[in-house]
Each structure stands twice: as C-alpha cells, then as structure tokens.
C-alpha cells in the first residue's frame, strides 16, 4: 500500500484506491468507506477515467468574460499574472475576457478554483432550463461527485 495525500480530506497515510461514481480516486483508509469498493487492479492508478455524469451537462456560464475579469481585477491580478496562473497565453485570457473565445470545461474549472467563482453551470438532460427540470437538479445538486469537487478546490 502507498502513502500520500487522500484525495479526498487531503489527510497524508495509506491510500486505499476507490472508484466512486466512475471516478478513481486515492484516498485515506477512512474515506474508503464511501467508496463502493477497492479496486485491486494496479494497472492504471495515474489514469483517471472520465467522469461520467449520466445525463448532466455542464455549461460554461453566459457572462464569464464579465465575471472573470472582475473577480481577476478584485483580486488586483493583471490578466498576465493570472494567464501565468493557470499556464494559458495572456491573449487567450484576454480573448475569454472578451468572450470571444469560450474557454473549455477543465480551464473553466480551473477559472473559477484561482478565482473563487462559478463559471460552469450544469444543465438538466434536453438542456430545458424550466420549472419541471428543477426538481431533477436538486436531487443532482450534492453528489459525492460534487463533495469530491469541493474538497479539492478547497485544497487549491
Ligand atoms: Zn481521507
């Protein structure tokens, strides 16, 4: 068994591989317990595999050259200092400020962890933002999947 930081508390010791919601992850002897079973595979531990998220789509958020470019300009960062962050061109950062380009999912993600703010949104299956989908969100709204999220953006 390996050592290191569980991916889910971010505690150091043994780490247990887990598969939780498509996704491996390493994690400590106790948060093991919300996995559905170890994997005994040692074959692709670096590997993660997609996360599937059934019929959930995540969307960019309509003003997001709006909203990063405030939340980088409260942070007092130039949009240099912030392309630096996140190892993207400054003229690709200054293209999604100006929302001429729409950035993908994974710099969207990374976007809102440096920042602090949400940029992606999910959408319901059929992309119907209506009353009748709302329920359905709720019941999406707290997955383990997100809880893992969580715990790793707090850590960043
Ligand atoms: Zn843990």
């Known amino acids: 068994m390996e050592e290191g930081e569980c991916e889910l508390c971010g505690r150091f010791g043994k780490l247990v591989e887990i598969e939780i919601e498509g996704s491996t992850l390493l994690v400590c002897e106790r948060c093991a317990a919300f ?3 170890p994997k005994q595979t040692g074959l692709k ?4 595999p997609a996360v599937s ?3 959930i789509v995540e969307e960019v958020v309509e003003n997001y050259g709006e909203r990063i470019r405030k939340a980088r300009e409260a942070k007092g960062m130039t949009q240099e200092e912030l ?3 996140l190892q ?4 690709l950062l200054a293209k999604i400020e100006r929302e001429e380009m729409m950035p993908e999912i994974p710099l969207a993600r990374k976007l809102e962890r440096a920042l602090g703010i949400k940029l992606v949104e999910r959408v319901g299956e059929g992309g119907v933002e209506g009353e009748a989908e709302s329920k359905d969100k709720n019941s999406y709204s707290m997955t383990l999947g997100d809880l893992i999220k ?7």
Do not use: T, V, Y
């Open 88 to 91: 993207i061109r400054a003229s």
């Open 53 to 55: 998220e059934r019929e």
């Open 83 to 85: 392309a630096a962050k």
């Open 45 to 48: 531990s670096a590997q993660k």
């Open 150 to 156: 969580l715990k790793k953006m707090d850590r960043e």
């Open 35 to 37: 996995g559905e079973k």
